[in-house]
């Protein structure tokens, strides 16, 4: 009889912990959301600085969502899909800005730099998912072997990449990460107000919609 109770005592304190946790992430999201301002501002781009950037989306948008993230980060990898998927669905609202933060291994920049050498022949977005979805290259010749596959002109990419011609752009995204004292990846800024880590795909969804009302 003794156990019995017992028993139900530790089922009264787990349901009891559950909604605890569930209200604290309820909470979290209602903060998350009227955190962020609906009133996009230009500043927002002018202060972080994009003008180097690759990005997505609208020309003219209600909200923007500038990203600062290494390729060798695995949640930044979790966050490639949603962000991409994002980009498609509210394409015209919306617009996605890439900046690099290398700073998680000692290969990160040439990750960083086959991104940018990749778009110079105007396929950065398909470099950037290549990368996620191949995490976890990080020699030279792996990173030539991507850009064969995805049909990059090979010496034009091999120079750009051999030179390191996009080298002082990465950096000036570094400085400015720092400056904004981002301290890990992924990083957003979302109409101007930061936030840190993998955001759920409801919960990046439920910000959307609200902002773009």
């Known amino acids: 009889m003794l156990n019995k109770i017992n028993k ?9 912990i559950v909604l605890v946790c569930l209200s604290f992430a309820f909470a979290g999201l209602f903060y998350l959301s009227s955190l962020i301002s609906n009133n996009y501002s230009q500043n927002t781009e002018n202060t972080i600085g994009i003008e180097n950037n690759y990005w997505l989306g609208s020309a003219n948008p209600k909200i923007v969502i500038i990203e600062f993230a290494d390729f060798a980060c695995p949640y930044c990898r979790e966050s490639f899909s949603k962000i991409r998927e994002i980009g498609i669905k509210y394409k015209k609202d919306v617009k996605i800005i890439y900046k690099d933060f290398p700073v998680l291994t000692d290969y990160s920049t040439n990750l960083a730099l086959a991104g940018k050498c990749a778009g110079e022949q105007g396929m950065f977005w398909i470099m950037h998912d290549k990368l996620f979805l191949n995490q976890g290259v990080s020699t030279k010749t792996e990173i030539f072997e991507l850009a064969n596959q995805i049909g990059l002109e090979n010496i034009q990419f091999r ?8 080298i002082k752009e990465i950096e000036q995204d570094l400085q400015i990460g720092k400056e904004l004292e981002i301290t890990g990846t992924p990083s957003w800024f979302i109409n101007g107000e930061k936030i840190e880590g993998d955001i759920p795909y409801d919960i990046f969804i439920q910000i959307i919609e609200k902002l773009i009302k």
Request: glycine residues 0%.
């Open 8 to 16: 139900n005592k530790w089922k009264i304190i787990i349901i009891f």
């Open 159 to 166: 120079t750009c990449f051999n030179s390191k011609k996009y």
